[in-house]
T-cell receptor, first 112, second 112 residues
Framework: GQQVMQIPQYQHVQEGEDFTTYCNSS?????IQWYKQRPGGHPVFLIQ?????EVKKQKRLTFQFGEAKKNSSLHITATQTTDVGTYFC????????????FGKGTKLSVIP | EAQVTQNPRYLITVTGKKLTVTCSQN?????MSWYRQDPGLGLRQIYY???????DKGDVPEGYKVSRKEKRNFPLILESPSPNQTSLYFC???????????FGQGTRLTVV
């Protein structure tokens, strides 16, 4: 079945440093979504990417979808303590499977 | 306010005692699903429902049952809970299976 690999599993950064998490799929995705889960909270939708090579920005967050639609990245510029949490990507193959497959997430810690 | 409501938030039970975790959404979403979250394993889908009376197995359905008699409700049933079902459970709903998912607050289940 489809696999979505996410790296790194953990990332510790000094406040103000940049952060990137990567997501790779074993199959071509029709779209990819990103979620953030704060400690003790529930996943919250951040964004959905659909087009090959798509780049979207939300303030300090930049999301990219690869040209082959098999990988994606989330980059945070100048991290803040409010960025702490686990970031998940989720993809669907669009091939008759009615499920989102989540990556295992990247847990971000920000040292003040 | 648009929301997904799960109950209970916390539950400690004994092996073999049937339990139900309720999930309700007020957004008229057709797609609902249940996930379990375990350390290092990310979010894994248990069951999903495309619409009323339409349910299907996710990636880890063993030991669980669901029903979808009404559009807004999607309860998760553990007929005979076992300690390996100790986990954090999330219900989610979305307009379609590959659109933005709204998650409930989570249910932390401990089976002793």
């Amino acid at each position: 079945g489809q696999q979505v690999m996410q790296i790194p599993q953990y990332q510790h950064v000094q406040e103000g440093e940049d952060f990137t998490t990567y997501c790779n799929s074993s199959t071509t995705l029709s779209n990819i979504q990103w979620y953030k889960q704060r400690p003790g909270g529930h996943p919250v939708f951040l964004i959905q990417l659909v087009k090959s090579g798509e780049v979207k920005k939300q303030k300090r967050l930049t999301f990219q979808f690869g040209e082959a639609k098999k990988n994606s990245s989330l980059h945070i510029t100048a991290t803040q303590t409010t960025d702490v949490g686990t970031y998940f990507c989720a993809g669907d193959s669009g091939a008759g499977s009615y499920q989102l497959t989540f990556g295992k997430g990247t847990k971000l810690s920000v040292i003040p | 306010e648009a929301q997904v409501t799960q109950n209970p938030r916390y539950l400690i039970t004994v092996t073999g005692k049937k339990l139900t975790v309720t999930c309700s959404q007020n957004m008229n979403h057709e797609y609902m699903s249940w996930y379990r979250q375990d350390p290092g394993l990310g979010l894994r889908q248990i069951y999903y429902s495309m619409n009323v009376e339409v349910t299907d197995k996710g990636d880890v359905p063993e030991g669980y049952k669901v029903s979808r008699k009404e559009k807004r409700n999607f309860p998760l049933i553990l007929e005979s809970p076992s300690p390996n079902q100790t986990s954090l459970y999330f219900c989610a709903s979305s307009l379609a299976w590959n659109t933005e998912a709204f998650f409930g607050q989570g249910t932390r289940l401990t089976v002793v």
